[in-house]
């Protein structure tokens, strides 16, 4: 069955450094996206992309960096990981209107 | 610009009782609406929907009718169970892909 995989699903780090989040679909979609979700803020967009070599700015974009080499994967970096960056981190898939969601990643930054 | 207002929870029922979570939207055109499902430490799961005025979405007993007059997407359920128990977000999708969600509305039904 095809699916969306996000890793780790847990993750611990100091302010200042460097992270990236793998999300992974073999859904074969071309369309892909980053949320964050906060408690009385529900999910905000992050990046986006419509296909292998574009990204796209969401509208919580600050701090945070996307690729797409490929159709499969949409790896998500925290150039200078800040605690206001601590949060859970969804990736989603899409064709048409519907999105698939990955299972979530949990990061917090110390 | 578009956005979405849905109420605060957490909604808290016993179980068989009715459920209501009021969903009112703002867009331009002519949205999609959505209802989506967040059970304890999972992603969302797409749970009903509706592309057009008067359509009514279902799924798992829960309903949605989406009415233009009163930019509502209210999400109901005639008698709700104990695994009935997550976070519901409404969203709204316009052009490019890009879903706009509610704040979630956490309910908890008890035995």
């Known amino acids: 069955d095809a699916e969306i995989t996000q890793s780790p699903r847990h993750k611990i780090t100091e302010t200042g450094r460097q992270v990236t989040l793998a999300c992974h679909q073999t859904?074969?979609?071309?369309?892909m996206f980053w949320y964050r979700q906060d408690l009385g803020h529900g999910l905000r967009l992050i990046h986006y992309?419509?296909?292998?070599?574009?990204?796209n700015k969401g509208e919580v974009s600050d701090g945070y960096s996307v690729s797409r080499s490929n159709t499969e994967d949409l790896p998500l970096t925290l150039e200078s990981a800040a605690s206001s960056q601590t949060s859970v981190y969804f990736c989603?898939?899409?064709?048409?209107?519907?999105?698939?969601f990955g299972p979530g990643t949990r990061l917090t930054v110390l | 610009g578009n956005s979405v207002t849905q109420m605060e929870g957490p909604v808290t029922l016993s179980e068989e009782a009715f459920l209501t979570i009021n969903c009112t939207y703002t867009?331009?055109?002519?949205?999609?609406l959505f209802w989506y499902v967040q059970y304890p430490g999972e992603g969302l799961q797409l749970l009903l929907k509706?592309?057009?005025?008067?359509d009514k979405g279902s799924n798992k007993g829960f309903e949605a009718t989406y009415r233009k007059e009163t930019t509502s997407f209210h999400l109901e359920k005639g008698s709700v169970q104990v695994s009935d128990s997550a976070v519901y977000f409404c969203?709204?999708?316009?052009?490019?892909?890009?879903?706009?969600f509610g704040t979630g509305t956490r309910l908890q039904v008890f035995p």
């Open positions: 992309s419509y296909g292998v070599q574009d990204t």
């Open positions: 969203a709204l999708w316009y052009n490019t892909d890009k879903l706009i």
């Open positions: 859904w074969n979609h071309n369309n």
């Open positions: 989603a898939s899409s064709e048409a209107n519907e999105q698939f």
């Open positions: 509706a592309t057009k005025a008067d």
């Open positions: 867009a331009t055109g002519y949205p999609s």
